[in-house]
C-alpha cells in the first residue's frame, strides 16, 4: 500500500526544498521512506509502534523547523540525521519511563545531535506549556481562542457559534481569554 | 481621605482594563499591518513616546508568535498524521518482529503456559532426583563396599574382616560357646602337624586355637607366627592325640601361575566336612591391582579362607582368602610366594619342630576324584574361640 513509486526515496536537496515551500507530497514522500528505520528501531528497544510515531514525527517536527529556521545545514545523510534524532529521543523517553538499561539495539550509524536538539527542547517546552494553559482556560476561551488564532475562522463565524449578539461582543469576549491565556501561559514554570 | 485614593485607584483600574481590550486590539491590527497609513504612524509615535507601550507590544509579538509556532506544529502534526494513516504499520512491524526474535514473540505470547510447563519440568526432575536418590542410597553400599575394599587393601585387620572375609561366625547355640567364635579353613604345611590359614582368620584376640580334620578329630593347636602384612598366619597342632600325618601328597608351587589355569579348592565353609570347589585363575593380580593375591574364577564362601588353592597337578599356588562382594566369582588367593616369605620369616626359637615344606608330588597325574580323596587328610577346619 505504502509502496507507490513516487514514495523512492527524495534526495536531501529535495527534501530542504520541500519543506521550504510546503510540499505536501515531499513531505509525504519523506515521512514513509524513513518511517519503517525508526519502527525498527523503537520496536526492538522495548517500544510500541505508537512510541515510533511519536518520536519520528517529533523528529520530523525537528527536522521540519529546523530547515523553516534556515539555520539546517546538510553536514549527514538526512537519514542519519533523522535517525540520530529519533535515537536521542527514544534513549530520553526509555530513560523517562525508567526502561533504559544503559543498552540499545542499534540499526543504523548515528551522529551526536545534542546541539541539534537545544531549540527544538526549547519548542517543545513552549508548546506543552501553550497546550496545558489552553486546557487550563477552559471553554469558551479554549475554543474561541483555538479558533480565531488556530484555525484562522472569522469573528463572525465565531460569532454566530457562540451565539454572540454581535462581534464587539466577540472581540472583547476574546480579548479577554487572550488576556487570561497569557496569564497562564506565563504563570507555568 | 483613603476612600478618594481607593476610588481614583479602583476607576483607574476599570480605564485600564478598557483600555486593555482597546489596546490589545490595536496592537494586533498593527502587528497584523491592518492599520491605515496615518493610524499607524500615530500609533508608532505613541509607542514611541510609551515604553510601557513598546513594551506591551514586544511582549504580545512574542506571545503570537509562541501561538503561532503553536498553531504550526498543530498543522503539522495533523499533516503526518494523515500521512501516517496511509502506512500499514502493522505489516512493517510483522515485517521486522518475526525473523528477528520469535523466541521472544514466543516468550511474550506464551509464557504463561511456558511457566507452567517449566514449572511441571523442574518438578518432574524433582521427582525422579528423589528416585534416582533413593536407588542412590541403595548404590551406596557399593561405594561404601569400595572404600571397604580399598581400607582392605590397606591390610589392617578389622577391615579385612569387615569386607569380605571367608569365614564363618559359627552360630551360638550348636556350639555352646562364647559369642565371637570364627571359622576357617587351614591345611598342613608339613606331616608333623604345621598348618597354614590366613592371619584374618584367627585374628589377633583369640583365646584358643582348634583344627579339625575331615574324620571329625579336634586337635588343639597354637599360634607359631602371623604375618599380617600376607595375611598369612602358621600353627602347630599340638595335642597329645595328634599323630603325625602321612608325608604330604602336594607341593607348594613357587613361580607364579598362568592366567586361565584350572583351579580348585578344599574348604569348610559349611559344616564339618571339606566342600570341594573349582575354577580358574582370572588374574595375576588380587583385588584393585593387589600383587600379593590372584583373582579367582572360583565360587568361595564365607568359610573358605586359609584354604588351599590348587591347580590340576596338585600344586597349591595359593590361600583362598576373600572375595568380592560386588562382582560375582571375583576370589582372591594369597599367592604361595608370599606363604613361602612369611614360612622363612619364622623365627628359628619359635619352632618347636622343624618345618620341612614336602617337595614330593604325589597327587599328579590322578584324577580329581582320587587327588581330592588323598587331599582331603590335610585340609583342617580351623576353629577359633576367643
Keep these: 500500500m505504502s509502496k507507490q513509486t513516487n514514495t523512492a526515496a527524495p534526495t536531501d536537496s529535495e527534501v530542504i526544498l520541500g519543506i521550504l515551500n510546503n510540499s505536501e507530497t515531499v513531505l509525504k514522500r519523506l515521512y514513509i521512506v524513513y518511517f519503517p528505520m525508526v519502527l525498527q528501531l523503537v520496536i526492538n528497544n522495548s517500544g510500541t509502534q505508537d512510541d515510533a510515531k511519536d518520536i519520528y514525527q517529533e523528529a520530523i517536527i525537528v527536522l521540519y523547523n529546523k530547515v523553516k529556521s534556515g539555520e539546517f545545514e546538510l553536514s549527514s545523510k538526512l537519514k542519519t540525521f533523522i535517525y540520530s534524532v529519533c535515537r536521542r529521543l527514544w534513549l530520553k523517553k526509555l530513560a523517562h519511563m525508567n526502561r533504559y538499561g544503559g543498552d540499545i539495539h542499534d540499526f543504523q550509524e548515528h551522529l551526536p545531535v545534542e546541539e541539534n536538539m537545544d531549540l527544538h527542547t526549547d519548542r517543545d517546552i513552549q508548546f506543552s506549556k501553550m497546550e496545558s494553559s489552553l486546557q487550563l482556560l477552559g471553554e469558551p476561551c479554549k475554543t474561541i481562542i483555538e479558533d480565531f488564532y488556530i484555525y484562522d475562522r472569522s469573528m463572525q463565524e465565531i460569532c454566530e457559534k457562540f451565539g454572540y449578539t454581535n462581534a464587539d461582543n466577540a472581540k472583547t469576549q476574546k480579548y479577554k481569554c487572550l488576556q487570561r491565556l497569557k496569564k497562564l501561559f506565563f504563570q507555568q514554570k | ?386
Excluded at chain 2, 579339625?212 to 600353627?235: C, M
Design chain 2, 1 to 386: 481621605m483613603p476612600a478618594t485614593v481607593e476610588e481614583i485607584v479602583f476607576s483607574a483600574e476599570i480605564k485600564r482594563r478598557m483600555d486593555n481590550n482597546q489596546l490589545t486590539e490595536a496592537i494586533e491590527r498593527y502587528l497584523n499591518d491592518e492599520m491605515s497609513g496615518e493610524e499607524r504612524a500615530s500609533f508608532e509615535q505613541y509607542r514611541k513616546a510609551n515604553a510601557d507601550i513598546d513594551s506591551r507590544i514586544t511582549e504580545h509579538q512574542h506571545f503570537a508568535g509562541l501561538l503561532k509556532q503553536y498553531r504550526e506544529r498543530i498543522e503539522l502534526e495533523e499533516r503526518l498524521n494523515a500521512i501516517h494513516n496511509e502506512i500499514d504499520v502493522h505489516a512493517l512491524v510483522e515485517e521486522m518482529t518475526v525473523h528477528p526474535s520469535w523466541i521472544v514473540q514466543l516468550w511474550r505470547n506464551h509464557h504463561s503456559k511456558i511457566s507452567v510447563a517449566a514449572s511441571v519440568a523442574i518438578f518432574a526432575v524433582l521427582t525422579t532426583m528423589f528416585f534416582a536418590g533413593y536407588f542412590n542410597n541403595r548404590n551406596q553400599e557399593h561405594y561404601t563396599e569400595l572404600r571397604r575394599q580399598i581400607e582392605n587393601v590397606k591390610r589392617t585387620t578389622e577391615q579385612r574382616i569387615n569386607q569380605s572375609q571367608l569365614q564363618t561366625v559359627v552360630p551360638q547355640p550348636r556350639r555352646h560357646l562364647n559369642p565371637g567364635n570364627y571359622r576357617g579353613t587351614g591345611f598342613a604345611l608339613s606331616a608333623n602337624g604345621y598348618i597354614v590359614t590366613n592371619y584374618h582368620v584367627i585374628g589377633d584376640r583369640f583365646d584358643s586355637l582348634y583344627v579339625q580334620n575331615a574324620a571329625g578329630e579336634s586337635f588343639y593347636a597354637k599360634l607359631v607366627y602371623s604375618e599380617p602384612q600376607y595375611d598369612v598366619a602358621i600353627l602347630k597342632i599340638d595335642d597329645e592325640s595328634f599323630k603325625n600325618l602321612p608325608s604330604l601328597p602336594y607341593t607348594f608351587k613357587k613361580g607364579r601361575s598362568d592366567l586361565g589355569e584350572n583351579v580348585y579348592t578344599l574348604g569348610y565353609p559349611e559344616g564339618d566336612s571339606p566342600v570341594f570347589d573349582k575354577g580358574y585363575l582370572s588374574s595375576v593380580n588380587g583385588y584393585e591391582g593387589d600383587s600379593v593375591e590372584y583373582r579367582v574364577n572360583i565360587s568361595a564362601n564365607p568359610g573358605n579362607s586359609g584354604g588351599p588353592l590348587l591347580n590340576s597337578n596338585g600344586n597349591i599356588i595359593g590361600i583362598v582368602s576373600g572375595k568380592q562382594t560386588l562382582a560375582v566369582g571375583a576370589s582372591y588367593a594369597i599367592k604361595t610366594k608370599y606363604l613361602l616369605k612369611a614360612i622363612q620369616n619364622v623365627p628359628l626359637d619359635s619352632l618347636s619342630d622343624k618345618l620341612n615344606l614336602s617337595n614330593k608330588n604325589m597327587l599328579t597325574g590322578l584324577s580329581r576324584v582320587q587327588q581330592i580323596k588323598k587331599m582331603q587328610n590335610y585340609v583342617f577346619q580351623v576353629k577359633v574361640y576367643n
